[in-house]
């Protein structure tokens, strides 16, 4: 062999290392992302299916649990109406978009139609009445004032 087919030889094993080379590093880099995704290899690793089952029948059981004045799964004060709340309120939007605000039956009935206008809410129904009586029960204005004077503070001066 000499010549041009030494060198096409000579090229030929180059090609075929630099494959070799690329598969394993690919190899090794998708097992680094695997595991940035699954550090501890939890997919590998054994699943009681007892275990499963009874957590999911844990879940179910509490899914509309109100304990202390306070349904569990959104945070909504229990009361008159509640459940129809729950259920108009919760498909959209978070409880907590609900229970951050403070408004009069008018302002709910405002924000009502707001959404119902510009976020493609569907007509309430008899519902409305039910919803907006309850958010304005609970979630209605605190009238709170002016706020409490600071008492027992240990001021202290700032440095430069």
């Avoid at 030494?6 to 070799?20: D, P, T």
């Avoid at 598969?23 to 299916?49: C, H, N, R, W």
């Avoid at 909504?76 to 498909?91: D, K, P, S």
Wanted: aromatic share 10%; with cysteine; net charge negative.
């Amino acid at each position: 062999m000499e010549g041009p087919d030494k060198f096409q030889e000579s090229a030929r094993q180059i090609y075929r290392m630099m494959g070799v080379v690329f598969a394993v590093f690919t190899l090794i880099g998708g097992f680094l992302v695997y595991l940035m995704i699954d550090p501890d290899l939890s997919a590998f690793k054994p699943q009681p299916e007892m275990a499963i089952a009874e957590q999911t029948v844990v879940a179910e059981d509490d899914f509309d649990k109100i304990e202390n004045g306070v349904h569990l799964r959104t945070g909504f004060v229990e009361g008159e109406g509640l459940m129809t709340v729950v259920n108009n309120c919760t498909n959209c939007h978070s409880a907590r978009l609900v229970t951050q605000n403070r408004m009069s039956a008018e302002g709910w009935t405002a924000t009502i139609r707001w959404m119902q206008e510009t976020q493609n809410l569907w007509d309430l129904g008899n519902n409305e009445a039910i919803i907006v009586n309850y958010l304005a029960t609970y979630y209605a204005p605190e009238n709170k004032g002016r706020r409490q004077n600071l008492e027992d503070i240990e001021w202290y001066a700032l440095e430069d």
